[in-house]
């Protein structure tokens, strides 16, 4: 693989886009980050309820769900908002978001209590659910680790980091991280979770042009486990 090859932002093949975390972002919620991964950017707030819902009630285990939208001006044609019921695609995004980070916490350990976490695109360049997995992590470890430190839970009630990663290929060259010029024009598009250990949570894969060969599968899932690595390493950097 040549990891040479220069791309529209002038990122090496294997090149993740510049990634912020700005926690504390909003003072309110129990734990808040905005996450930045080049042009995309998701205020990700993780709200504590000492409840769960009725259908988990009585079995002494926590619960984490995830909501997530985009601004109508997230866009560069506005979006109306999705006051008619929610799209597929904002569902399944949900949905994903919710499965990985369910992958961080020790719901056992949690009592009866629910994380709600709100993903809200402020601006859309590609990634945006992958940045939002990112970015909630590390929101989730902020309102986790009040409660730790308050004696309320147990600090292994916070696991190891999750990170997720688009990787594709454009033009035939695998590539890690795709802003949406690459998303719109890719070959083959991947969205990769995995944890801090090497396993993975979900890879959702579609060619869409022309389908794709294991070569190609095993070079986009090395590039996304050594972004994702990279990822974690920012991430624990700014939680410390």
Same mark, same amino acid.
């Given at each position: 693989?040549?990891?040479?090859?220069?791309?529209?932002?002038?990122?090496?093949?294997?090149?993740?886009r510049?990634?912020?975390?700005?926690?504390?972002?909003?003072?309110?919620?129990?734990?808040?980050?905005?996450?930045?991964?080049?042009k995309?950017?998701?205020?990700c707030?993780?709200?504590?309820?000492?409840?769960v819902?009725?259908?988990?009630?009585?079995?002494?285990?926590?619960w984490?769900?995830?909501e997530?939208s985009?601004?109508?001006?997230?866009?560069?044609k506005?979006?109306?908002?999705?006051?008619?019921?929610?799209?597929g695609?904002?569902?399944?995004?949900?949905?994903l978001?919710?499965?990985?980070?369910?992958?961080?916490?020790?719901?056992s350990?949690?009592g009866?209590?629910?994380?709600?976490?709100?993903?809200?695109?402020?601006?859309?360049?590609?990634?945006?659910?992958?940045?939002?997995?990112?970015?909630?992590?590390?929101?989730?470890?902020?309102?986790?680790?009040?409660?730790?430190?308050?004696?309320?839970?147990?600090?292994?009630?916070?696991l190891?980091?999750?990170?997720?990663?688009?990787?594709?290929?454009?033009s035939?060259?695998?590539? #890690? %991280? *795709?802003?949406? !010029?690459?998303?719109?024009?890719?070959?083959?598009?991947? /969205?990769? &979770? =995995?944890t801090?250990?090497?396993?993975?949570?979900?890879?959702?894969?579609?060619?869409?042009?022309?389908?794709?060969?294991?070569?190609?599968l095993?070079?986009? #899932? %090395? *590039?996304?486990? !050594?972004?994702?690595q990279?990822?974690?390493?920012?991430? /624990?950097? &700014? =939680?410390?």
């Amino acid at each position: 693989m040549n990891n040479q090859i220069n791309r529209v932002d002038d990122r090496k093949s294997n090149e993740l886009r510049k990634i912020v975390f700005t926690p504390d972002y909003v003072d309110y919620p129990q734990g808040s980050v905005l996450v930045e991964m080049g042009k995309t950017r998701v205020l990700c707030n993780v709200c504590v309820e000492e409840k769960v819902p009725e259908w988990m009630a009585g079995r002494g285990v926590g619960w984490l769900t995830a909501e997530y939208s985009m601004l109508p001006q997230s866009t560069q044609k506005r979006n109306p908002r999705e006051t008619n019921g929610l799209k597929g695609r904002t569902q399944e995004i949900r949905r994903l978001i919710g499965r990985s980070l369910r992958a961080a916490v020790d719901l056992s350990l949690l009592g009866e209590r629910t994380l709600l976490i709100d993903c809200d695109v402020i601006q859309a360049d590609g990634g945006t659910r992958t940045a939002s997995i990112n970015g909630s992590y590390v929101a989730v470890a902020i309102a986790l680790k009040h409660l730790i430190s308050t004696g309320t839970i147990p600090e292994e009630t916070l696991l190891a980091p999750v990170a997720a990663v688009s990787v594709g290929m454009v033009s035939g060259q695998p590539c #890690l %991280d *795709l802003d949406y !010029a690459e998303d719109s024009s890719a070959d083959v598009d991947l /969205n990769v &979770v =995995m944890t801090a250990d090497g396993k993975f949570i979900e890879v959702q894969g579609t060619a869409e042009k022309e389908p794709y060969d294991r070569q190609s599968l095993n070079q986009m #899932l %090395d *590039l996304a486990e !050594a972004g994702i690595q990279e990822i974690i390493r920012k991430q /624990n950097a &700014v =939680m410390k």
